[in-house]
């Protein structure tokens, strides 16, 4: 199986390194021409924990190209058999789902690992809904330079097509094979046909986690430790519940205690919005918070917890010129 994971942030490097460790034959893309100059020369570099006590350090060699040359291999002879789409939310955009839609054949899928909500009806304007996936994984990641991804926590990946397919027996095999590929990889990883609700849990979970730590500067577990901060953890959380019911979407029913284990097994972890902070980098702030006030607006509600803190981390952006 072919495989080109497109996007070389934390998440993106740890996947393709780990894919690329078990034997799958991995494309890396990376926004910038010098970051895939500097792993075609040096390789990427994966630290995993071995133990409590010592770190294991692999070099694996992908295929790596820079955006830039990436329409060089596109068409039907070039297409891989899976796409991953690791950017950021904020670089979806309707030039980049033209873009995948080049590099795409009609067996291949796409499978979406972006946090927030509202990327997939950018990207079923140029690609077949039933040829899109999503996905959405508690693995820890980061990235400590160009080259190096520090596998930071295990979790869980769950795996599923956005559309109901046109030929199920087929989409039921590769969804096997997917399945075995990140299983091989260490991953673990689980097949749902109702991957919405996944999203809707983990966009739940991160609605109260990212915008909290970008705005206190703390590590994901500081969260459970401050007695101040968890009434407005839960203001956050049943906000978003509310809004999920209006919608009709169905939620976990254990979803606070999975928060809670969210903090506990990522405790030493800063949060990918806590990282674009503190290197005044715009956040994935509207795809999550954004995209909750999006969908409360339709609605007809009223999300008062999440309007402020969407303030107060917009505000924390402007602060650098930018917006």
């Given at each position: 199986?072919?495989?080109?994971?497109?996007?070389?942030?934390?998440?993106?490097?740890?996947?393709?390194?780990?894919?690329?460790?078990?034997?799958?034959?991995?494309?890396?893309?990376?926004?910038?021409?010098?970051q895939a100059d500097t792993l075609s020369e040096e390789g990427l570099l994966l630290l995993k924990k071995k133990s409590d006590a010592s770190q294991q350090e692999v070099i694996v060699r992908p295929i790596v190209m820079s955006e830039d040359k990436l329409e060089l291999t596109t068409g039907v002879q070039a297409a891989p058999d899976v796409i991953l789409l690791m950017v950021k939310q904020t670089a979806v955009t309707e030039e980049l789902a033209d873009k995948i839609a080049a590099q795409m054949k009609p067996e291949t899928r796409l499978i979406c690992f972006q946090n927030g909500i509202g990327h997939t009806d950018i990207l079923s304007r140029s690609i077949p809904a039933e040829q899109i996936w999503l996905a959405v994984t508690t693995e820890g990641a980061f990235r400590h330079h160009s080259r190096c991804v520090e596998h930071t926590g295990r979790g869980l990946t769950w795996l599923g097509p956005l559309s109901m397919p046109n030929d199920q027996k087929n989409e039921d095999d590769l969804e096997k094979k997917l399945q075995k590929m990140f299983q091989d990889a260490g991953f673990n990883v689980s097949l749902s046909n109702k991957i919405t609700s996944k999203v809707w849990n983990k966009l739940l979970i991160n609605s109260v986690i990212n915008p909290l730590t970008a705005i206190l500067q703390i590590p994901n577990g500081k969260l459970t430790q401050l007695p101040a901060t968890m009434p407005l953890m839960r203001a956050l959380f049943e906000e978003g519940v509310q809004l999920a019911g209006k919608l009709g979407i169905e939620l976990a029913d254990d979803l606070w205690e999975q928060l809670l284990t969210v903090c506990e097994r990522t405790a030493a972890n800063q949060s990918s919005m806590l990282q674009d902070i503190r290197a005044c980098r715009l956040t994935e702030l509207?795809?999550?918070?954004?995209?909750?006030?999006?969908?409360?607006?339709?609605?007809?509600?009223?999300?008062?917890?999440?309007?402020t803190v969407y303030q107060l981390v917009r505000s924390i952006e402007q602060q650098w010129g930018k917006i």
């Open positions: 199986m072919k495989v080109r994971v497109i996007g070389a942030g934390a998440l993106g490097m740890l996947i393709a390194a780990s894919l690329a460790e078990a034997g799958i034959q991995i494309e890396l893309v990376t926004r910038s021409r010098e509207d795809s999550i918070t954004g995209g909750l006030l999006a969908k409360a607006q339709q609605a007809g509600m009223g999300l008062p917890a999440h309007r």
